[in-house]
């Protein structure tokens, strides 16, 4: 039994081939009765299953498992299909009249695949050998009797068919032709109108202008597809729309229909979206009922003040807790947006939510840089020795600022300067070697005109910076041990000398001791933790990145 998936439901029905003809009968009957019951979305202990068809409990430790409905009725079918082959009766040792498919297709004056459609609605049927020794599918009177007291209106309905004659086929292909010629609706909209006229099933209408395209190759009622777009003329084609080109100009461009454009842009926007990495600062404030209408309520309101105190350069420590507060809250509602379309049809709507979320972020993000260019331009230039080492230090620290932005936890109450100036100072001693950063040592005349010009109207204290570096050794110094203290100074890279050494791996910290990379890094947990107890969050940051 190969084509049962799950492997504890093909073990067990692969012991049932071992039983004598008459139990096989037995359990034939059994499985048939059960799968009338199974429903797809429900679960089923395995005890139940053997129990319902071997008619034993299992005592083994197999009995508690939980087998899906989907994979019960997959395999009930297989299970059932192989018992059929194996214990067809001959149709002289039934006492009940044994239809084939047909004859009851001409007793109710249908067609044999309408037959096969009543099978998978409950007919019962399974394999006799008939008088000429061949085996046949074969229907008992009394389950046929059933089936037609049970499904009455499905029955009368089906009595009620009438096949398609010439002249009908004409009419339902030349509606079809003008209908396509029109443009206004898709495909699927033409066959569903025309079914609707007809009083025909759709699949009916669907099939007959499907083999008539076919036939008719250049002059079928619908045009050919053209084939799936690749992937540069996807890209090509969100592009242009996102610049303003209409759909009706894309239709043309592309040779699609408007539905396949919408549905084209829809699923590249999902695809960008759902790739996105989106972080943010957690808070227990954005659990609250209430989050959405006290943090984003006054948004539109205060955008304008929001830039023009940032073209001063001038955000209060108020209002700059209230931009992170903002920032942060709407990009956690763009994952919780994402996580909840994801794996299931994505509205348009809700892309359109999840952008407007990412596009205010945005924009508060911008908002929040530009307050503090200035404070990367002071840095900078009190690590620059040259006016070409300032320029590259300038873009080097908008690229910190950037980073710090995501990280900063406006939660712990500390100004945004502060724990920017250790991100900006600390990527800033990591690019250039410790003369390089010492202003004092070859800075010329100009340079030092630059710095000055571009220091804020509130200095950071760099010489406290200095101060707190040098109690960040000490502690390490006074709370470590001496392997905790190589392990952390190696892998921040916290060796002080002329030239910064390169971080090391926990795998190179361990060949040096002697230890596994795992046990390296239990050890640097441990000495996380006491440092963690020792250091301000600025100091530990510093250290961590």
Request: charged share 30%; proline share 2%; with cysteine.
């Amino acid at each position: 039994m190969r084509q049962v998936k799950n492997d504890l439901l093909r073990q067990f029905f692969e012991g049932l081939r071992f039983a004598p003809l008459a139990q096989k009968e037995k359990e034939l009957t059994r499985a048939q009765a059960l799968l009338e019951i199974v429903e797809p979305g429900t679960e089923y202990p395995f005890e139940f299953v053997c129990f319902r068809i071997a008619g034993f409990r299992p005592r083994s430790e197999d009995s508690g498992h939980i087998v899906r409905g989907r994979d019960l009725i997959d395999a009930l079918n297989v299970f059932i299909a192989t018992v059929n082959r194996q214990t067809a009766p001959d149709i002289s040792t039934r006492t009940e009249k044994v239809h084939t498919v047909r004859q009851l297709a001409r007793r109710f004056d249908v067609s044999t695949k309408t037959i096969h459609r009543w099978r998978a609605k409950g007919l019962k049927s399974r394999l006799f050998v008939f008088d000429d020794g061949k085996r046949r599918l074969g229907f008992v009177a009394s389950a046929v009797e059933r089936f037609v007291r049970e499904n009455g209106l499905l029955v009368e309905r089906a009595r009620g068919f009438r096949p398609l004659g010439a002249d009908e086929k004409e009419r339902i292909v030349k509606r079809a032709v003008v209908l396509a010629q029109m443009g206004d609706n898709s495909r699927y909209a033409i066959i569903k109108l025309i079914a609707e006229e007809t009083g025909r099933a759709v699949e009916t209408i669907r099939s007959l202008l499907a083999a008539h395209d076919k036939n008719a190759k250049d002059q079928g009622a619908f045009r050919k597809s053209p084939g799936r777009l690749r992937s540069k003329d996807i890209k090509q084609l969100c592009r242009l729309y996102s610049q303003g080109v209409s759909v009706g100009e894309l239709t043309k461009k592309f040779d699609r229909s408007r539905s396949s454009i919408f549905r084209i842009i829809k699923k590249r926007k999902a695809a960008e979206l759902f790739g996105r990495k989106i972080t943010y600062v957690d808070s227990l404030e954005f659990q609250s009922d209430a989050a959405t209408q006290f943090i984003l309520s006054d948004a539109g309101a205060g955008r304008s003040a929001d830039t023009s105190d940032s073209e001063k350069g001038l955000l209060t420590r108020e209002k700059e807790a209230e931009l992170f507060r903002r920032y942060n809250y709407l990009k956690f509602c763009a994952c919780r947006l994402l996580e909840k379309v994801a794996g299931g049809h994505c509205h348009s709507r809700d892309l359109r939510r999840i952008e407007d979320y990412m596009d205010r972020a945005e924009h508060i993000k911008k908002v929040i840089i530009e307050a503090n260019l200035r404070l990367v331009a002071s840095i900078a230039g009190k690590h620059a020795a040259t006016r070409e080492a300032f320029a590259d230090l300038i873009g080097e620290g908008n690229i910190s600022l950037m980073r710090a932005v995501e990280k900063f936890d406006y939660t712990r109450g500390y100004r945004f300067s502060t724990y920017a100036t250790w991100a900006i100072a600390k990527d800033f001693a990591k690019k250039i070697p410790s003369e390089a950063r010492r202003p004092d040592r070859g800075a010329t005349g100009d340079m030092l005109h630059i710095q000055q010009d571009l220091r804020l109207g509130s200095v950071v204290d760099f010489a406290a910076l200095d101060r707190a570096s040098h109690s960040l050794q000490e502690v390490i110094a006074n709370n470590l041990t001496e392997r905790e203290q190589y392990i952390v100074r190696n892998h921040y890279a916290l060796e002080s000398g002329p030239i910064r050494k390169k971080p090391m791996t926990l795998k190179q910290i361990g060949v040096e001791l002697n230890l596994s990379s795992e046990r390296v890094r239990q050890i640097e947990l441990v000495a996380l933790q006491k440092l963690r107890h020792n250091l301000s969050p600025e100091q530990f940051d510093l250290l961590t990145g």
